[in-house]
């Protein structure tokens, strides 16, 4: 459109992302509860390689979960920036107990292998992408991920926002558009479990 004189295009920032979400309800499973695993995962992406090539440009990493137009975007005041960094990602599986003991390439703690599946809706070049490099992206740091893509509107909604919700994952990808006041209590507050978004079950007294 941009190379068609018919048209004037215009690029404008949203409140949109795209993340992926891990299940902290040992009810379902039990592989994320320490967060120096959850950190791992999250060095062990080039998310900025995913903006350039996978969005062409088209986006910011994030930093924190505040989108840019909100009033509380502040990403100098985040102390933890999460850039990609897979020997890091290694060293803090490593520190949380995950070991190749078997030398399977496949990290293990306690007889329980790090893998599981990314249930996304399937069908959308961008998550049938993302969700293929992020499997790649694992693998180089020992865990195991198993692409499960499915219908958006009869599979996937009903797992976060079903009546009730099934709550049925192991790591979720998805995307959400915030309002711009900085209220993020809906997903990340405890009481937001069960009654609002927080399909995560998180929950951090502090």
Request: glycine letters at 10%; zero cysteines; charged letters at 20%.
């Given at each position: 459109?941009?190379?068609d ?6 690029v404008?920032?949203?409140?949109s992302f795209y993340f992926?979400a ?7 499973t ?6 120096r695993?959850r950190q ?13 090539n996978l969005?062409?440009g088209?986006?910011?990493v994030?930093q ?5 137009l909100?009033?509380?975007y502040a990403?100098?005041?985040i102390?933890?920036?999460y ?7 290694k060293q803090?599986?490593?520190?949380a107990?995950?070991?190749?003991s078997?030398?399977d390439g496949?990290?293990?703690l306690?007889g329980?292998?790090l ?11 961008f998550?049938?992408?993302l969700?293929?490099y992020?499997?790649e992206?694992?693998?180089a740091i ?6 499960n893509?499915v219908?958006f509107?009869?599979v996937l909604?009903?797992?976060v926002?079903?009546s009730?919700?099934?709550y049925?994952?192991?790591m979720l ?15 990340f507050?405890?009481?937001g479990y069960?009654?609002?978004?927080n399909?995560?079950k998180y929950s951090?007294?502090?």
């Open positions: 459109l941009k190379n004189p018919a048209f004037t295009v215009s404008a920032d949203s409140n992926l891990t299940n902290l309800d040992p009810a379902h039990t592989l994320f509860q320490d967060v695993t791992a995962l999250a060095y062990a992406l080039d998310r900025q390689s995913v903006v350039d969005l062409l088209y986006g910011v994030a924190g979960s505040q989108p840019m909100s009033i509380a990403p100098d005041r102390d933890t920036h850039t990609y960094n897979p020997e890091k990602a803090l599986l490593a520190e107990g995950w070991k190749d078997d030398g496949v990290v293990e306690d329980q292998k893998a599981f599946s990314l249930v996304y809706g399937g069908g959308e070049a998550w049938d992408q969700a293929a992020t499997q992206a694992y693998a020992g865990v195991e991920m198993t692409l893509p219908d509107s009869t909604l009903p797992i926002v079903g009730p919700p099934t049925d994952y192991e990808g998805t995307s959400f558009g915030w309002d711009f006041s900085g209220d993020q209590s809906g997903m507050g405890t009481a069960e009654v609002g978004f399909f995560m951090n007294p502090e």
